[in-house]
């Protein structure tokens, strides 16, 4: 049906389609044998049907042939399980075996489609970190001490960064460093946070790796990976990952609630920040249910154009869909597609066409970079680590949810805010509001009091300010780092039991709380 499949796209003004995300078994059926007929065929197919191509890796999940020979680039958990295939992203992000396949593949990937006329971007992995952002297996806790070598040099050092003198922890040699396996009580938080941060620089790693052999090989075609910037996904700090990679994209699906298009809004917005306003690409999102939620709704009547052209108010240049046409089997057979299984006579595929046919009146806007807003809105990955570990006042606390309330909250009022990142220049924004900013070093500490100084507006919320960048406590009583710029000392935190509230006098000053049967 693949020439089917060309004639429907250029039905509905399909332009690009990413192609062989998941298909190193078929490309390499084993070790030493190579099958690229098929995909030699594809892609001139969609180059004489005017399509382009953003030529995925392959590097997504290894084949059976790979993990049954090197078992070793298997995932461990924190409680020493092995994470088997069967599923998908069964690989180590740190395994020299799985490095070593990858790119070889990567090569002749790059080798053989160096110059087809279809080929206009590549796409590195797939999702990277989805499934196995933090491996806990040998080759991940050599790699995770190599990490902390670069960044602490001597073992004295990392032990003050970490507290060890807590619990008896006191390291004497790098090799008594482990990754935070599943332990009898709490592990060390800063031990945690590391982890957190090393996971994140283990997978942008891998990244850099794939980019710089395309780079060698296809100097003029750019390079891409698709970020996750949705929901609770929040292994990647992908503030960090934005400069590695020739423009930024995106997969979102919208979770249905009260909040489902504001929660749109802000993640196309918040990936508009991390790529510093330009434009960037919408690599996923779906034209109806997904496959992976409790309850997988359809969308209503006009949602596919309003959450696809949200996208592009954003700085969406590409608006593309996973899938194309809709699987009859495998785990994702009930994902919603461009053609879905009713086939193109079906309300799906007339919205999809419909859908094109308005992108193209839309096309002058492409390349075009956001205008700033007079709101900014600190988005903070390592405050989203660090805010939500153990052993805290609340085990309450959503990082991800306060700011998105505050995002609703300016929707609501009719003001345009910008996400932007801790690493963004402020004097542009006549207001920042920085919610759960918990970890701030002495730098930005220095940076937000300059951008107060000189006029700039800050509104900050609880548990910010509170520890620096090796989740130490700031002394001297809450909010620590922005204890004088915001003119309040505070002594204890009072976190409410379920079903607790607090009164408040018209100044704002708490009263008492009222538990469940109201007493006070």
Known sequence: MWDEDVRLMREAGVNIVSVGIFSWARIQPARDEWDFGWLDEIMDLLHAGGIGVDLATATASPPPWLSTEHPEILPVTAAGETLWPGGRQHWRPTSPVFRDHAL???????????????????????????????????????????????????????????????????????????????????????????????????????????????????????????????????????????????????????????????????????????????????????????????????????????DALLHVAHGADAVCYFQWRQSAAGAEKYHSAMVPHAGADSEVFRAVAELGRTLRTLAPVAGTERETARVGIVFDWESWWASEQDSHPTDRLDYRQEALDWYSALLDLGVRADLVTAQTALDRYDVVITPVLHMIPAALAKELTRYVEQGGHLVSTYFSGVVDENDHIWLGGYPGALRDLLGIRIEEFGPLLDGDTVELDLDGTATGSCGPTGSR
């Open 104 to 306: 070889r593949l990567v090569r002749k990937l790059a080798e053989r489609y160096a110059n087809h006329p279809a080929l206009v971007a590549w796409h590195v992995s797939n999702e990277l970190g989805c499934h196995n952002v933090y491996d806990y297996s040998d080759d991940a806790a050599r790699a995770f001490r190599d990490w902390l070598r670069a960044r602490y040099t001597t073992v004295d050092t990392l032990n003050q960064a970490w507290g060890t003198a807590f619990w008896s922890q006191r390291y004497s040699d790098w090799e008594q460093i482990l990754p935070p396996r599943l332990a009898a009580s709490f592990p060390n938080p800063t031990q945690q946070l590391d982890f957190k941060r090393f996971s994140s620089d283990a997978l942008k790693d891998h990244l850099r790796a794939e980019r710089d052999l395309l780079r060698e090989i296809t100097p003029d075609v750019p390079v891409t990976t698709n970020f996750m910037v949705m929901g609770n996904t929040k292994g990647m700090n992908y503030a960090d990952w934005a400069s590695e990679i020739d423009f930024v994209s995106n997969d979102h699906y919208v979770t249905p609630g009260s909040q489902d298009r504001d929660e749109l809004s802000f993640s196309a917005n918040l990936v508009s920040g991390i790529s510093a306003g330009r434009p960037w690409f919408l690599m996923e999102h779906s034209t109806s249910a997904v496959n992976w939620q409790p309850v997988n709704v359809a969308k209503r009547p006009g949602d596919l154009a309003r």
